[in-house]
């Protein structure tokens, strides 16, 4: 019996190492890059033509209790600066959580137009880039990161 499980063990131990190792970070840095690019592509085309976005914050998007000028430019902000540290994984946490700020902010003010199909759509990309930013918040950027090689440095000395 015990010639049975341990290959199974020492494969399954080898499994795990190499998702832990290899998988984990890969997955932690394509999450980083996704998120980090559907943001920050966001933002450059709100800084494209301000006059459109803020008149979008003013007549379709409703934030609460900001006025529709601060909106749009704390929106644009966050949507240029939050990526950049979560890409980087400076901050990487920091990063996802002012990400899921904006994130939130974009459903709340979405809420009172939620009837086509194409609403629909896009919370549930919304949705979807809530829950990868709750993941990267939960466990960090991973080993990919800058955080994890500033950690690695100063720790080790």
């Known amino acids: 019996m015990n010639t049975l499980t341990t290959p199974v063990a020492r494969y399954g131990r080898c499994a795990i ?3 832990e190792n290899w998988f984990a970070p890969l997955a ?3 999450a980083r890059l996704y ?8 933002g450059l085309t709100k800084i494209d033509d301000w006059d459109i976005t803020v008149s ?3 007549d379709e ?3 609460p209790l900001l006025p ?10 966050g949507e240029l600066f939050f990526p950049v540290l979560l890409v980087l994984g400076l901050g990487g946490r920091l990063g996802a959580l002012g990400l899921t700020a904006v994130n939130i902010m974009a459903v709340v003010s979405y809420w009172h137009v939620l009837g086509t199909p194409e609403q629909a759509a896009a919370l549930t990309h919304h949705l979807n880039w809530g829950l990868l930013l709750a993941l990267l918040l939960a466990h ?5 990161s ?6 690695r440095r100063f720790s080790a000395s």
Request: charge should be positive.
């Open 17 to 19: 190492t190499l998702i």
């Open 28 to 30: 932690d840095l394509a």
């Open 35 to 42: 998120v980090g690019k559907v943001f920050f592509s966001s």
């Open 56 to 58: 979008l914050f003013t």
């Open 61 to 63: 998007y409703h934030v």
């Open 68 to 77: 529709p000028q601060l909106a749009a430019f704390m929106g644009a902000g």
């Open 140 to 144: 960090g950027p991973g080993k990919l």
């Open 146 to 151: 800058v955080d994890h090689w500033l950690k």
